[in-house]
Every structure is written in C-alpha cells, then in structure tokens.
C-alpha cells in the first residue's frame, strides 16, 4: 500500500528520505539544547526533539521547564535552522505551543486521550501519535482516525514498545507492528527505539531492525551528558554512540532504496 507523505516542516516522512529526529527527553538547559542540537544536525539528523512539557509516572519527577523553555527552544531553532517537535500534553497547550512546533507529539499516555486527539485534529500541523502503553495496533489506528476525522490527515505514527510481562527491557519493541502498519494502511511509520528497549545497547541494533521491517524514520534521544539527565538518561545516546548509528544507518538505507 502506497504510504501518505507528510511534511514536518521542511522535512517529508514516508518518501525515500529516510528521517531522523534526535535530541533530548527532556529540554534542561540552553547549552544542554544547542550543543545536542547541532551535534545531531551535523550528524544528519533532520528534526530537533526536546520536551517541554513531561508526564512522568511519580509527581516529584522532573515535569519539563514549560513556558520558561519556549525562549530556548526560539533561540536553538534560530542557531540551527531545524524545525521542531515537542510532546502536547493537554488541549489547553495547543495554542501555546502552536508557533513553537513544527510537529504536534502525542505521547503514549495520550494515545486514548480521545478529546486531545480532536482538538489536534482541527489544527493544521502534523501530529506524531505514539502507540500506547499497552494499546492493540486496532487501538492505535482509531486513534489516529479521531484525528483525521477532524479533517488534520497529517498523521505520522510511532512505534515505541508496549508494556509486557518481559521485563529485560523497559518495554517490548513490535517490529510487527511496523510491517503491519506499512502493508495495511497508508500512515507513515516512525520507529523510537529508545523507549521501545530502554536499554541504550539494544538502540543501534533494533533501529537497524525497524529500518528492515519497513519504518520511515527514528526518534531517538541523545544527551550531551546522559548521566546526569533531568529524565530517561539511562536510555539517552551520547554524541558518540549517535553518530555510530547514522554512519550504520547510511550504509543500511540504499539496500532498502532510502538515503539521510
């Protein structure tokens, strides 16, 4: 089945440009921001990440700087010329983050936020909709259809593992959802590694693996200093071990008929 392209500012997913977004979980820190920015940048990848605003499973875990982050974030987009994708986490941040994101990111806990889902539907801005926790595929693409049914067919969809009885890594990566996605419907696909294992070893290895199965890009987190991350270090890439992947990922793609 022929796979929709959806812009993300500059940047087309689903053609033969294979995409990668990197940057860190969470935004900390300007030079935090900007180093990993242009690191990344320099490395290929074509899309910044970088959270704003953070649901975390304890409430004394760091929530994201918010609207004091928005300055940051101007500055590094400005520096590096990148466009920009962050997670939505309520409706009411939607016009806040609007002129701040070039992509809408639907966490997992909001897959089933079907209220959040509409009201992102009526904007015109890409959304990345994450697979939930421990949502069915069939789950997952009704939720992307209270999006489209508000008219936004811009819908890119993540997979990032989903909760297991395994517990070896954080989560369960489905490559078969991956494949299933692209045979059966016309959604892009991207693959996030990073919490599908939560184990940053496993991160070069499954990437390779989601690019066989058929995905049209990453996500994946890197720290200029994972150890002493604000949130998910322990899967974060340092600058060295993200550029092993994309000098990986530039061999792999022409097998598959995709290039950086």
């Not at 070039?102 to 966490?107: R, T």
Request: aromatic content about 8%.
């Amino acid at each position: 089945m022929k796979t929709n392209v959806v812009p993300f500012g500059p940047v087309n997913i689903g053609g033969s440009k294979f995409a990668v977004i990197a940057g860190p979980c969470s935004i900390e820190s300007e030079d935090q921001l900007l180093s990993t920015a242009k690191f990344v940048k320099e490395s290929g990848a074509s899309i910044l990440r970088g959270g704003v605003y953070k649901l975390r499973t304890s409430p004394k875990s760091f929530q994201g700087l918010g609207k004091s982050a928005f300055d940051l974030v101007r500055l590094v987009k400005q520096e590096t010329n990148m466009p920009f994708i962050s997670e939505v986490t309520d409706p009411r941040q939607i016009s806040d983050l609007y002129d701040l994101v070039e992509v809408f990111q639907v966490g997992s806990r909001n897959m089933h936020n079907y209220e959040l889902l509409k009201e992102l539907g009526k904007t015109d801005k890409p959304i990345l909709l994450k697979r939930g926790l421990a949502g069915l595929v069939k789950e997952w693409l009704l939720a992307a259809d209270y999006i489209t049914e508000q008219g936004n067919e811009k819908v890119v969809l993540c997979e990032r593992g989903i909760r297991t009885f395994e517990t070896v890594t954080r989560n369960t990566f489905d490559i078969n959802a991956i494949a299933h996605v692209k045979q059966f419907t016309n959604f892009p696909v991207i693959a996030d590694p990073s919490h599908g294992t939560g184990v940053k070893e496993l991160i070069a290895p499954i990437s390779m693996a989601a690019v066989a199965a058929g995905c049209d890009g990453l996500i994946l987190e890197v720290h200029p200093n994972p150890s002493e991350a604000k949130s998910d270090g322990h899967q974060a890439l340092k600058f060295d071990e993200f550029e092993k992947i994309m000098t990986d990922l530039k061999k792999l793609l022409p097998v598959f008929d995709k290039t950086i």
